[in-house]
């Protein structure tokens, strides 16, 4: 295979931070596509939207066996901590927040992920922790 | 046990798979004639561990037949069904076999190259995954398999795209968005080619298959459900997580001994799109025959409103729906609002009626399994827990 389009989206969301009109045009040229074929493409799945995400992107898992856990207070807990709603991103643009369907960690619920790193078993001070370690020493950011 | 050994501890090289008995039932199939493999999975009675249960052995029987220079294995990781995390279990821990079983599915159908088509909430495995592909792409030859080109896809979040032809969608670079069967990817897939899609734990079942032999693999089971299964256990349990157990054993084992649940309510059986179990009922058997799908099981106690529960899930298909047929984008719609209104205390009698009768029409003309099976755990959970709605409706939850 050629290239991938999906991976395409991911890697240019990598480097211009967000998924511009450019993107489109860049990656329907590539292709040999339409610009608005390639965009229909985007807005289907939910990793490639085109809205401002953050360099951490927390995606927290807001399925039935996360909900039975407290997912809801862990939500609470990221808003107040972070000034952000579900889809919003905080104005240095470190972090963005997003409610995703299950992320298959169940077992260790309430779980989220922040880019592909994966936290279970989480609770207030877990997330304190967590966010504390991101922003002290910002470790490459995983792909 | 077939799967346990390589799930409990992660695997680290090709040597420790070996070790572990790895790669001899790909060298046995490396000797055989095409039809000589197809027969002794066909003959294990093995069926498909994504939910639907399709022999495996039929599957790649067409598949074989079909007259093409190229042919394509996909195999689904692309594990979404809430609830479900068994996949993520063997990919995490020994892709090896994973790989080994599409390998021999290769030599089964005459298919020369495979993808792996990884849910991108899975990402943290891609590194992982690349590497065990590089080392069994190599070591394979070796053992008289002739090329096999192996291919990681990493999908972008939907979990439409666990429908097989969504999936080869989303291979294509389209919106995945199922297609109308047939034809059936078995002769038109991927880029047109005849196709066979498994899934991950089906796949991990075929070394052992070759290795043992079809009769080891039927004589445990029940008469239709052949082998043993990963079941995911999560909800109010004590020991959440995945256990492996012959097909047939009663939900009881593996609620109770097992995942240690102190107080039963109710018990769902495949994820979101799953049968729901009352807890006086744990009697019932794990197996195609009774109640099985993906093996997702969640566990909910006393204190769980059935009403609420059933709300989440269908907010869940809600998101899913890919809005391709109008039955399930319109239907995960109208029952959504219709249980929020009766979990507010605004609904009516007549809710319950309407939410049977649209369910009906989804189950009846929705495009694909996702519509169709939507509302299932809700019908049961009206069903058996009738008391709870009719209460729902005058005072809310």
Redesign the interface.
């Given at each position: 295979?050629k290239s991938?389009?999906?991976?395409e989206?991911?890697e240019y969301e990598k480097n211009k931070g967000v998924l511009d009109p450019e993107a489109f045009i860049q990656i329907a040229q590539r292709?040999g596509r339409s610009v608005a074929d390639v965009y229909?493409?985007s807005t289907?799945?939910?990793?490639?939207s085109s809205t401002a995400r953050g360099k951490y992107k927390i995606?927290l898992c807001q399925?039935?066996?996360c909900?039975?856990k407290g997912s809801e207070d862990i939500l609470a807990a990221l808003q107040t901590m972070l000034h952000i709603g579900p889809e919003e991103c905080t104005k240095d643009g470190m972090f963005s927040l997003h409610l995703?369907?299950?992320?298959?960690?169940?077992?260790?619920?309430p779980a989220m992920?922040v880019n592909?790193?994966?936290y279970g078993d989480l609770s207030q001070e877990e997330i304190e922790r967590i966010l504390e370690i991101l922003l002290r020493e910002q470790p490459e950011v995983?792909? | 046990m077939i799967l346990e050994k390589f799930i409990k501890n992660k695997t680290e090289s090709l040597d420790a798979y070996r070790a572990l008995g790895g790669l001899t039932g790909l060298q046995m199939a490396a000797g055989m004639e095409r039809k000589t493999i197809v027969d002794e999975i066909k003959n294990s009675q093995l069926r498909g561990r994504a939910g639907a249960g399709f022999p495996t052995g039929f599957k790649l029987e067409m598949a074989e037949q079909v007259r093409e220079r190229e042919k394509f294995v996909i195999c689904n990781a692309d594990e979404g069904e809430v609830g479900t995390f068994k996949d993520r279990e063997i990919l995490k821990n020994c892709p090896y076999l994973v790989l080994e079983g599409m390998m021999i599915t290769g030599l089964a159908v005459g298919a020369q190259q495979g993808y792996l088509y990884l849910r991108s909430e899975y990402s943290y495995m891609i590194a992982d995954i690349r590497r065990v592909i590089e080392e069994m792409v190599e070591a394979a030859p070796k053992l008289g398999t002739g090329d096999f080109r192996l291919e990681l896809f990493v999908g972008a979040g939907a979990y439409i795209c666990g429908e097989e032809t969504a999936l080869i969608e989303s291979i294509e670079q389209r919106r995945g968005e199922p297609r109308l069967k047939p034809p059936y990817p078995t002769y038109e897939g991927l880029f047109g080619k005849p196709t066979v899609i498994i899934n991950v734990e089906t796949l991990s079942n075929l070394p052992w298959i070759m290795v043992n032999g079809s009769e080891a693999f039927s004589s445990i089971g029940t008469e239709m459900s052949k082998g043993t299964k990963l079941f995911s256990v999560s909800g109010d349990v004590r020991k959440p997580g995945v256990y492996e157990l012959p097909l047939g054993t009663s939900l009881k084992v593996l609620v109770i001994d097992k995942a240690c649940a102190d107080d039963v309510k109710a018990v769902q059986i495949g994820g979101a799109s799953g049968r729901i179990v009352a807890g006086n009922d744990l009697d019932r058997l794990l197996c195609f025959e009774d109640v099985l799908g993906a093996g997702g099981v969640v566990v909910f106690n006393s204190s769980r409103s059935m009403v609420e529960m059933m709300r989440e899930n269908m907010a869940f298909f809600l998101h899913e729906s890919c809005g391709k047929c109008i039955p399930c984008r319109e239907g995960t719609y109208v029952i959504n609002g219709l249980l929020s209104r009766i979990c507010d205390g605004s609904g009516g009698e007549r809710d319950l009626t309407m939410i049977r009768e649209i369910a009906d029409s989804m189950g009846d003309s929705s495009l694909c399994g996702l519509g169709i099976s939507a509302p299932t755990g809700l019908l049961d959970t009206m069903q058996l827990f009738e008391p709870e709605f009719r209460q729902a409706v005058s005072a809310g939850v």
């Open positions: 295979m991938n389009m999906l991976s989206f991911k292709h229909s493409v289907f799945y939910s990793d490639t995606k399925s039935l066996p909900r039975m995703v369907n299950c992320i298959g960690a169940c077992d260790r619920a992920l592909s790193q994966l995983h792909k | -």
